[in-house]
């Protein structure tokens, strides 16, 4: 028997277990009770950054100069921001290789602690390193793309901490992003068939009305559900309720069910249009952190190559 109010089934992402077994983890940093499991990380960067600092101004106060990346303490502190470099490297290729991430010291939640924490404290070695100043144009070059690395390293851990949560909240029937358009081509093809039954076309008597819902589907909805058209007064939750209500004072009541789905249906759309361009903000900073982080290692290498000339 066909219910009068079809209610559109969607997979939900939070009705998964494997999403409700991971989602308190996709927080890296600044969710509730997240920063706890990060604590020994912060707390070890807080007292290595205060470590180098202290021997690196006690070094100067003797010398009454900044140490530069020429001094003893300059290079090994170069040494050690190019293993942070390296290590920060390999979390690449690392997600290439499938058994490599089983290995105890390898899982994803070690990694990114290990990547996020000492990328920030590369920060002071750094600089550090580079005795407070700019140097010739390489070395100017290499801080600047170090600097713009880091920035979208945290804008991207921003982005990770902050749009998950807006997804739940915003988007209920979130599915998986490459799901969307097949999801809202099965609901338009059963609310359709749901239109030839209130038409009589299987058999029965019309609906009265049915044939507005049909004319209006055709018109305005089915353009907007395969993203031909963005109707303005489709665009907000509150403009398209009122909107249908206005329907309903125009159409005869029996033809009320078909439009709950149309609105059904829109409310759907209008989720999925959310869910793609918040999907593309949490991975387009990567698109800025990898080829620059890249271009980071053959600025290192060169720089590298250079110091080397003059030792």
Request: charged share 15%.
């Amino acid at each position: 028997m066909i219910r009068e109010h079809y209610a559109f089934p969607t997979v939900r992402l939070q009705e998964q277990p494997r999403y409700r077994e991971t989602q308190g983890k996709t927080v890296l940093v600044f969710g509730r009770n997240q920063f706890a499991a990060h604590f020994r990380w912060f707390l070890a960067t807080v007292l290595l950054t205060t470590g180098v600092m202290v021997w690196y101004f006690t070094l100067a106060t003797a010398t009454r100069t900044l140490p530069t990346g020429g001094t003893p303490i300059g290079l090994i502190l170069g040494v050690i921001g190019a293993a942070i470099i390296g290590f920060e490297m390999l979390i690449w290729p690392r997600k290439r290789f499938y058994h490599v991430r089983t290995l105890p010291f390898f899982r994803t939640k070690y990694w990114l602690k290990a990547h996020i924490w000492l990328g920030l404290f590369c920060v002071p070695v750094a600089v550090l390193h580079s005795g407070f100043r700019t140097g010739g144009s390489l070395s100017t070059g290499l801080m600047i793309v170090f600097g713009i690395v880091i920035a979208s390293g945290i804008w991207g851990l921003f982005l990770q901490a902050y749009i998950p949560r807006f997804l739940l909240e915003r988007v209920p029937d979130e599915v998986p992003v490459q799901e969307t358009e097949r999801i809202i081509e099965l609901h338009a093809l059963e609310f359709e068939h749901r239109l030839a039954i209130d038409q009589g076309k299987l058999g029965g008597a019309e609906v009265p009305g049915i044939e507005k819902v049909v004319d209006y589907y055709e018109s305005t909805i089915h353009p907007y559900l395969i993203g031909e058209t963005h109707p303005v007064v489709l665009a907000r939750t509150a403009s398209t309720d009122d909107h249908f209500q206005s329907l309903r004072a125009r159409i005869p009541s029996p033809s009320h069910p078909r439009l709950h789905d149309l609105q059904t249906l829109c409310h759907l759309r209008r989720q999925f249009d959310m869910q793609r361009r918040l999907h593309w903000w949490l991975h387009s900073w990567v698109w800025v952190h990898l080829p620059l982080s890249v271009a980071l290692v053959g600025l290192l290498i060169a720089h590298i190559y250079v110091a080397l000339r003059y030792i």
